[in-house]
């Protein structure tokens, strides 16, 4: 049995308070994955999608609310059919969804306040899917292979853009920033500017995943996380974020939970959300991404933690130094994001017996109450 080490040293700054992963109240459904999701100015929207694991290919068509103040989903009008690899986007503060595996060109428009779906005009693009919408000064854009189609609310009418400079595949990802899009094809980035319809190549994506991340914009950056890493057998929890103003990447923290493809994701306020998604396992949790400084009103510390053996068998120990003389918790869940272990953290160093647990990989959390303020995951062997 190889064991290692894992050495976490840091200080208690804006640095580790400005970027990390904590698990919110898991999607209220099955888990899937090649589902769509994207958000309104307050709220966020996921359902669709499918699973296949058993040879047998089942869709779904249910369409999900998710409220970050309150963490809680409400289910809401099915979409018109059961698909999955739709491509969505929102207008005039409302969730646009069609294409994917059972529709060509039928787009649907959901009104939240009166929980709706209507049709609106069919996409100029002959079958759009497994990719991510993106919206721009409230037009709605959608890609399929070197082509980018835009859609005006206040015509109902699509309208095609200048031809890209590359094909996009399939299982693409997407965000927008400051008024531009950006499509990452493969290793590939493009920016899209729409005042001028011109496409701009950007610094290649220099991470593992080469297709089936999920991808969403914060504060002026886009983040690109998890995938498939040249063939679908093979996840990764890579997270890297671009900088459009220096046209670099920069490697972020990894994703805390199972490494996947095919997930969801978009953003709320300035947070990051992430879910669903498979690794042969179809999963149904769901997980915010935190980039800004939560250390106001907090001492500066010096933190050493030390998780050791990881891999673990029977018991995993934690080893702590120079925390803060508040109370800290230690707790463990699994992928799923249930609760397996919570006990009031021990300086020095304590032990857990984990040889009850099923072999897979969970999410190790200090927090002081409020704030997670350490996290990383554990496998089990």
């Given amino acids: 049995m190889r064991s290692f080490i894992l050495i976490c040293c840091f200080a208690l700054t804006s640095q580790l308070f400005g ?26 929207y996921m359902g669709l999608g ?12 249910d369409w999900w609310e998710y409220d970050p103040a309150s963490d809680t989903w409400t289910q809401k009008a099915d979409f018109p059919v059961s698909t999955h690899g739709a491509v969505s986007f929102v207008v005039d503060n409302c969730p646009v969804v069609g294409g994917g595996s059972a529709l060509s060109t039928q787009f649907y428009k959901f009104d939240p306040q009166q929980n ?12 759009p899917g497994d990719s991510q919408g993106f919206t721009l000064n409230n037009r709605g854009f959608v890609y399929q292979s070197n082509q980018l189609a835009k859609y005006d609310p206040s015509t109902n009418a699509w309208s095609m853009c200048a031809t890209a400079p590359m094909t996009f595949g399939q299982w693409t990802c997407s965000f927008a920033i400051e008024g531009s899009g950006f499509i990452k094809g493969g290793n590939k980035l493009w920016e899209y500017k729409p005042l001028h319809d011109q496409w701009i190549q950007r610094a290649n994506f220099p991470g593992v995943s080469s297709g089936g ?12 996380t998890s995938g498939y890493v040249g063939g679908l057998s093979v996840v990764t929890d890579q997270v890297w974020s671009f900088h459009p103003a220096t046209n670099t990447w920069k490697q972020e923290i990894e994703f805390s939970g199972s490494s996947r493809r095919f997930p969801v994701a978009f953003a709320i306020h300035d947070r990051g959300y992430f879910g669903t998604g498979t690794n042969g396992i179809n999963f149904n949790d769901f997980w915010q991404f935190n980039p800004t400084d939560n250390s106001i009103g907090l001492e500066e510390h010096d933190l050493e933690v030390k998780v050791y053996p990881n891999p673990a068998v029977d018991e995993v120990h934690i080893q702590s130094f120079g925390l803060p003389s508040d109370q800290l918790e230690l707790s463990i869940f699994d992928w799923n994001g249930k609760l397996l272990f919570k006990e009031d953290l021990l300086y020095l160093q304590q032990s857990i017996n984990v040889s009850h647990f099923p072999v897979g990989s969970y999410s190790l959390q200090i927090s002081n109450g409020t704030q997670v303020i350490h996290h990383e995951k554990i496998l089990k062997r």
């Fill in 50 to 61: 499918h699973v296949n694991g058993t040879g047998q290919d089942i869709s779904y068509k």
């Fill in 116 to 127: 709706t779906w209507t049709p609106i005009a069919n996409c100029i693009l002959s079958n």
């Fill in 213 to 224: 991340s999920a991808a969403f914009a914060i504060q002026q950056h886009g983040y690109v």
């Fill in 19 to 44: 970027q990390f992963w904590i698990q919110k109240a898991s999607l209220g459904a099955v888990g899937r994955h090649r589902g769509t999701g994207c958000a309104t100015s307050h709220r966020g």
